[in-house]
């Protein structure tokens, strides 16, 4: 069964730095791949999402993430960090063969922390 | 457009008792889920439908119950609650468009289960 893979259930970071929150994925053929981000209180927000095509995806807020099929990756990135970033963050996978049920497999979150 | 509604934001309930968590959409969206979220779990899906008449079981469907008669609404029912049900609970409705499904979630609903 396909699993995602969150390594890190917490990063810290100070402001201005480079932001890196990894994520794994199990399956041998590439799955359509997201990120979500949620602020505390409130539901999730889609920051980005990889179906096909270019593999260096942009998202908003200036996050951005690569997706790897070597090495079965798509790490969310962001050169400079914000106060305003402090949140959670869900890598979530669906299988291309599931594309018409909505099922998404979730990680188990990171949770990012910018200090000052 | 509302997008994702659900209520309420927070409930207590006590071992035993029953109660409907409501969830709407105003996108016409055929696919819609339920989840929830434990601490260092991420989001484990429920139930979900493909469409009004149609529903199937997630990972975690013990203990819930779901219908869907119209394409906007999807109840969550726990007909039993239990302490183990204590968790956030989100609504997603899901657009399926180039073979690739984007969904957007509720506000969610706070349970306690005591």
């Known amino acids: 069964a396909q699993s995602v893979t969150q390594l890190g259930s917490h990063v810290s970071v100070s402001e201005g730095a480079l932001v890196l929150l990894r994520c794994n994925y199990s399956?041998?053929?590439?799955?359509?791949l997201f990120w979500y981000v949620q602020y505390p209180n409130q539901g999730l927000q889609l920051l980005l999402k990889?179906?096909?095509?270019?593999?260096l995806v942009k998202g908003i807020n200036g996050f951005e993430a690569e997706f790897k099929k070597s090495e079965t990756s798509f790490h969310l990135t962001k050169p400079s960090a914000h106060m305003s970033d402090a949140a959670e963050y869900f890598c979530?996978?669906?299988?291309?063969?599931?594309?018409?049920?909505?099922?998404?497999?979730f990680g188990q979150g990171t949770t990012l922390q910018v200090k000052p | 457009n509302a997008g994702v509604t659900q209520t309420p934001k927070f409930q207590v309930l006590k071992t035993g008792q029953s109660m409907t968590l409501q969830c709407a959409q105003d996108?016409?969206?055929?696919?819609m889920s339920w989840y929830r979220q434990d601490p260092g779990m991420g989001l484990r899906l429920i139930h979900y439908?493909?469409?009004?008449?149609?529903?199937d079981q997630g990972e975690v469907p013990n203990g819930y119950n779901v219908s869907r008669s119209t394409t906007e609404d999807f109840p969550l029912r726990l007909l039993s609650a239990a302490p183990s049900q204590t968790s956030v609970y989100f609504c997603?409705?899901?657009?399926?468009?180039?073979?690739?499904?984007?969904?957007?979630f509720g506000p969610g609903t706070r349970l306690t289960v005591l």
């Open positions: 997603a409705s899901t657009v399926t468009s180039g073979g690739y499904n984007e969904q957007f």
């Open positions: 399956s041998s053929v590439p799955p359509y």
């Open positions: 990889y179906t096909t095509g270019a593999t």
């Open positions: 979530a996978v669906s299988d291309r063969d599931s594309s018409n049920t909505g099922k998404l497999i």
């Open positions: 996108m016409n969206h055929e696919y």
């Open positions: 439908s493909v469409g009004a008449g149609i529903t």
